[in-house]
């Protein structure tokens, strides 16, 4: 079974030459993984068709091999039955949005790898270089039945780099790393403008708005005819090909021009700028929204929007991008003299306009999108409370993720031929009462165990 | 000396109702008294409430009623009168006259208590100048405008108590309220609430200082700063005490030494007169800040933030020092990395009375989900878990014989939720503080009957994370 996605064939071509990309491969098979494995008698939240009452799920080969009510679906004989009466059966939550495995203390720089800040436009920094797959936080968030998420870099920069999407469970890094360069992290807003003289800034370019907007419209048409001039650079060697093949014959050509030189970072941009996959733009106030919305549509970028809290006066024109939306975090502030449930309400409010949500797990000034990540089902229910239907908000932290990631064929529903990433819990997923029984990844069922759990089964004694 | 003898016990409430009640004005002679007064007079004010709009009988009917105090009563009523809770019970003995507010399917609780808010300072929560600021009076930042104010109050929270930040070893004394929301800044204190100062340890003071190349760098220092400090109060107590002594043998020649307002504040401490509030981690920190408060003969009222204290609960227990704690925040700083979402029920089932806190201005606002994920962390009943909220953090402040319990004379700070507090989906629907009503999600616009005007932008996140100093302050 192969998850890895190819969907990157430029960058990876790339990376490869660089020497910098391994095989991904599925983590190794374990001797439970090839046995049939019935979860019987739950209640099935499948995402994709509804919840059955009395459900069966069959896993084998780490594979979701039939779903349905108990009595349709046949239970081979030699399978091992996990009695799951009483309980909610539903597909592995997926953060669309954290920085897992980029930082383990908050505080301590030697452990933080979020941001390269050195220029805004960075789009050659890689997550996959700096993602520390044996980082304590990833068992915090895998107890509370959270099986995938987007990682992405902070948010420093216009172009912070390139996300991954991994699982929750794994040997290796590369176990882990489902997709690499899944997606282009942008931001527009206030934040970038560190380089300015607030806040103790440096007063150099770019310290406002238009600086931002130009430096990253200059960036991408630099691409363009970086792009251009490569294509024109490979046509040359052809010709001087057709004329002999003999290397030296070659080396003694125009030796007037040079040789076409790679830029890793103009690279990078291409496979944006052709569209081929999402930039995800993290940006609050309504009027960033419009202003960074002209650029992408200028260079036809493939849009996924990030945050837009302060964005309810433009709720319908959001709607008309007609592009995915992450919404929040949801606990993000409200400015002052709106309503205290502004930000509450957004996922509702655009769902009812028909746009695909994802919903992440941060907060508002707590300690980040890496140790929080745990909390991201009661995300999801807190859109719930404030008006989102309860289904909208399960796909939001599931089957929506994977497709806004390209990985919706494999990942976040319960449904025959996907990934077995799949929970089990005494209760509704999204309640912050329930407490989540058993956690499967890749039909693996996970030690319910972290760091956290060591030490209080320590002070227990 | 004469804030010890004159004032007696009284000097420990953050004094509102001096004899004279509703009279209160500002009185120009108050301020003669003495200047060791004026910090809390600066915190008291005066006592300028507004006309009341509530109604003087109010029948809360037919609820599933969380006390606080004894359990969860179904199909309950509450009946307020004049302010305070006059009968709880399946049926209650109310006059014809009274207000009668159906909460058929509804939950009533008390209103969600805050021990740790930094709210409504705008970025002034740190004086981190010194390590030893205990004079800084947080009244005198409070900002009663603030948005952060009105969130919280939408999320059910009717009294806060707004500390000084962690930058300091000392910090400054807070001030309490009751979030009415609408009313003027002296109506807004919370009445005769006690004083209470903010003590910090661990990373925060040893960071900021330490950064300055100034005491204190390390923890040794930290604690040092500490004990000299309470030193030097001793020494200026005995002085006051020599001096008092003379004045009493009818010594006219002698002089009285001079008022110093941080050894003062210091003073009170020994004397018992200030609640300790203490920002503190880590387990071996505990054990010391117990060890000088022994030494120097106080009390410590609570440890703040507190992660560690699963490790050495059944030693702090019988200090009778509670904690307030955050449910799951962790990582964020080396002192917060052993932190485990079980210390609350962990630390409660070994005696140690247990509140949650937001030092947040987003946490602040659904700390009633906050108390249900404690029913998954460790297997909290509701009724333990919603005390966490209401009862264990009015303790902490001192106000726990007026508020954070649904029983008869107490205050009538109520809230009215959807469904379970302790669920995910949880709204405050109504909120009711002394028996006005301050937060109604039923009505349009901020749901605020008392308010109608500009709110202020909070600054920041609400925790010490601020800008300015504040962000040496930290978490």
């Given amino acids: 079974m192969k998850i890895h996605m190819n969907m990157c064939t430029k960058v990876q071509s790339l990376l490869l030459l660089s020497g910098l990309i391994a095989a991904v491969s599925l983590p190794a098979q374990t001797t439970g993984k090839k046995q049939t494995l019935a979860i019987t008698g739950g209640k099935l939240l499948t995402v994709s068709h509804g919840t059955i009452e009395n459900g069966t ?21 030699d399978a091992t039955i996990i009695d799951a009466r009483g ?12 920085t897992l495995g980029l930082v383990e203390v908050g505080s301590d720089q030697n452990s933080t790898d979020t941001s390269e800040a050195s220029d805004e436009i960075m789009p050659h920094m890689h997550v996959a270089d700096a993602f520390h797959a044996e980082t304590e936080l990833i068992p915090v968030a895998r107890l509370n039945g959270v099986t995938n ?4 870099p902070g948010t420093d920069d216009s172009v912070a780099g390139q996300d991954i999407f991994i699982q ?5 890094r590369d176990d882990m790393i489902l997709g690499r360069d899944v997606a282009l992290a942008m931001n527009f807003g206030a934040d970038q403008r560190r380089r300015g003289g607030r806040g103790g800034g440096r007063g150099e370019f770019p310290s406002t708005r238009m600086g931002l907007i130009t430096q990253l419209r200059q960036n991408l048409m630099d691409a363009q005819h970086y792009e251009a001039t490569k294509l024109e650079a490979q046509k040359k060697p052809e010709k001087s090909a057709d004329m002999t093949s003999d290397k030296s014959v070659e080396k003694s050509g ?5 040789p076409f030189e790679r830029d890793l970072k103009m690279e990078a941009l291409l496979p944006y700028l052709h569209g081929e996959r999402p930039v995800v733009i993290g940006v609050y106030e309504a009027y960033d929204v419009e202003t960074i919305m002209k650029v992408a549509q200028e260079f036809h970028l493939k849009v996924i929007l990030n945050h837009v809290t302060r964005t309810q006066e433009i709720l319908d024109e959001i709607a008309a991008y007609k592009v995915p939306v992450i919404v929040g975090p949801i606990y993000e502030l409200p400015r002052a003299n709106e309503r205290f449930d502004a930000v509450y309400t957004l996922p509702a409010e655009l769902a009812k306009r028909g746009v695909k949500i994802a919903i992440s797990s941060g907060e508002a000034g707590g300690p980040g999108g890496a140790h929080t990540v745990r909390n991201l089902p009661y995300s999801a229910g807190f859109a719930a409370a404030y008006g989102l239907p309860y289904d909208e908000a399960l796909k939001a932290i599931t089957l929506n993720v994977a497709e806004m990631f390209g990985f ?10 996907k990934t077995a990433n799949v929970v089990l819990a005494n209760g509704d997923p999204l309640d912050v009462r329930t407490d989540v029984k058993q956690v499967f990844i890749d039909g693996v069922s996970q030690p319910l165990v972290s760091r956290q759990t060591r030490l209080r089964d320590e002070y227990s004694k | 000396m004469q804030s010890a003898g004159t004032s ?18 500002p009185f120009p002679s108050l301020l003669l008294l003495t200047p060791v007064l004026l910090p809390f007079l600066a915190a008291t004010g005066a006592a300028a409430q507004q006309a009341q709009s509530a109604p003087t009988d109010l029948v809360l009917k037919n609820a599933t009623v969380m006390t606080a105090s004894h359990g969860t009563i179904q199909n309950c009523s509450v009946w307020v009168h004049a302010g305070k809770i006059a009968a709880v019970g399946t049926t209650v003995d109310a006059p014809s006259s009274a207000v009668v507010v159906d909460a058929t399917g509804k939950w009533l609780t008390p209103g969600i208590i805050d021990p740790h808010s930094h709210s409504a300072l705008d970025s002034d929560v740190n004086e981190a100048t010194s390590p030893v600021t205990p004079s800084m009076m947080m009244i005198d930042a409070f900002d009663n405008r603030d948005a952060a104010l009105y969130q919280a109050l939408a999320g059910g929270v009717t009294t806060e108590l707004l500390l000084h930040g962690s930058a300091n070893m000392i910090g400054g004394q807070a001030v309490v309220i009751k979030n009415k929301f609408g009313l003027s800044r002296d109506a807004m204190l919370f009445p005769n609430a006690p004083r209470s100062i903010k003590f910090a340890s661990g990373e925060n003071p040893k960071r900021v200082y330490g950064s300055r190349n100034q005491l204190p760098s390390t923890r040794m220092g930290n604690f040092e700063i ?7 109060a001793k020494s200026y107590m005995a002085t006051w005490d020599a001096y008092n002594a003379k004045v009493a043998k009818g010594d006219k020649t002698a002089t009285a030494p001079k008022v110093d307002l941080k050894l003062e504040a210091l003073a009170d401490v020994l004397r018992g007169k200030l609640y300790v509030q203490i920002h503190c981690y880590r387990a071996d920190e505990f054990l010391t800040e117990e060890a000088i408060a022994h030494e120097y003969g106080y009390k410590i009222r609570a440890f703040h933030h507190a992660l560690e204290m699963y490790k050495v609960a059944d030693k702090i227990a019988p200090e009778n020092t509670a904690i307030a704690t955050f449910t799951d925040w962790w990582g964020f700083k080396d002192e917060a990395w052993d932190a485990i979402p079980w210390n609350a029920v962990m630390s409660m089932r070994k005696g140690v009375r247990v509140a949650l806190k937001s030092d947040s201005n987003d946490h602040i606002r659904r700390l009633n989900q906050e108390a249900g994920k404690m029913v998954h962390y460790g297997g909290a009943t509701e009724d333990e878990a919603i005390r966490m909220v209401t009862l264990n953090p009015a303790w902490i402040i001192g106000v726990d014989d007026r508020t954070g319990s649904i029983d008869v004379g107490k205050d009538a700070d109520l809230v009215i939720w959807n469904v379970d507090p302790l669920s995910t989906y949880a709204r405050a629907e109504k909120v009711y503080i002394d028996g006005d009503l301050f937060f109604d999600n039923s009505t349009p616009g901020f749901g605020t009957p008392h308010f109608s005007g500009v709110m202020h932008e909070a600054t920041g996140f609400g925790n010490d994370d601020s800008e300015g100093f504040n962000d040496e302050g930290g978490n």
Avoid at chain 1, 62 to 67: E, N, Q, R, S
Avoid at chain 1, 168 to 172: D, I, P, Y
Avoid at chain 1, 409 to 417: M, N
Wanted: glycine content about 14%.
């Fill in chain 2, 8 to 25: 007696g016990g009284k000097n420990l409430f953050q004094a509102q109702n001096i004899p004279g009640g509703s009279l209160l004005k």
């Fill in chain 1, 168 to 172: 929750l469970a794994g040997k290796t």
């Fill in chain 1, 408 to 417: 919706g064929d494999k990942l976040g529903s319960l449904d025959v031929g």
């Fill in chain 1, 57 to 77: 799920l069959l896993i084998a080969d780490g594979k979701i091999i039939a779903v349905g009510v108990a009595g349709k679906v046949t239970v081979p004989k």
């Fill in chain 2, 226 to 232: 500490m004990r000299q400090s309470f030193e030097n």
């Fill in chain 1, 254 to 258: 125009d030796k007037t021009e040079k």
């Fill in chain 1, 87 to 98: 309980l909610t059966v539903y597909p592995g939550l997926i953060d669309p949005d954290t």
């Fill in chain 1, 149 to 152: 998420a987007v990682v992405a």
